[in-house]
């Protein structure tokens, strides 16, 4: 699979964990297999605040596979003006988080609370994009809750807004991490997308990335929790898949 010009070799990716996806569990994750992975979510304002923890964040420098940089931000000014700073970091991807559902980060109108504003969403995600070398993707959820699920549109909008991939976690974000997923709508967003769309959402064993490719019929996983403390899935849902079974980068 490409997104844009950065070839992901493999159909598991390691999902962006706050607290979790630091340069040491990304390397562990790595050689076990992972096709690419996610730093934690570092704060655009942070970053251009100078903030140390954030800089922190973003050092890549024991990497070794793909990775890719998530920043979250409630304005296009921050977000664009982070980038440089990203950027000298080297990743080959720059991700934006539009799917946190964590009160801190709603009520400054970061994370989820993008979907309920898709006019905004779009702004940020195209400063990015005009200022950044590398490819621009973003995380999502459903919607924010059950009443307003909009990921179809909210993608497409996306998509066309320079976006080169997009991640769908199978949940609202008023669920958090409560059951049950519906990959459902991951396969509704992949079939009207040109960018690939990966899925997320409940990857726990390879037999569950399989059931999520079946379901979705998108190429790649995302897995967060299932890695934790088992980085070794990534290499089970790769035999999985070098033995054929079902998953095949689309
Ligand atoms: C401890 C923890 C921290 C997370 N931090 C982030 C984050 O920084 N950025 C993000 O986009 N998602 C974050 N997530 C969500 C995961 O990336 C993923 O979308 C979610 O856990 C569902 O996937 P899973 O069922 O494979 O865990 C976090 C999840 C957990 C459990």
Redesign the pocket.
Known sequence: MFIGSVEIKGCALL??????TDSVFRSLCSEQGAAMCTT??VSAKGLVMGDRKSAEIIDLSSDSGPVAI?IFASEPESAARCVEKVMACGPDIIDI?M??PMPKIVKNGAGSALMNDPHKAEAILRAVVSVSSVPVTV?IRLGTDPGSINCVEFAKRMEQAGAAAVTV?A?TAAQM?APPTHPEYIRAVREVLRIPVIA????FSAADAVKLVDCTGCGCV?????ALGYPWIFREINALNRAGVVIAPA
């Open positions: 999902s962006p964990m706050a607290g979790v934690e979510m998530q988080n799917g946190c995380k976690h949940r991490y997320n959402g409940d990857v995302a897995v967060g929790r299932g």
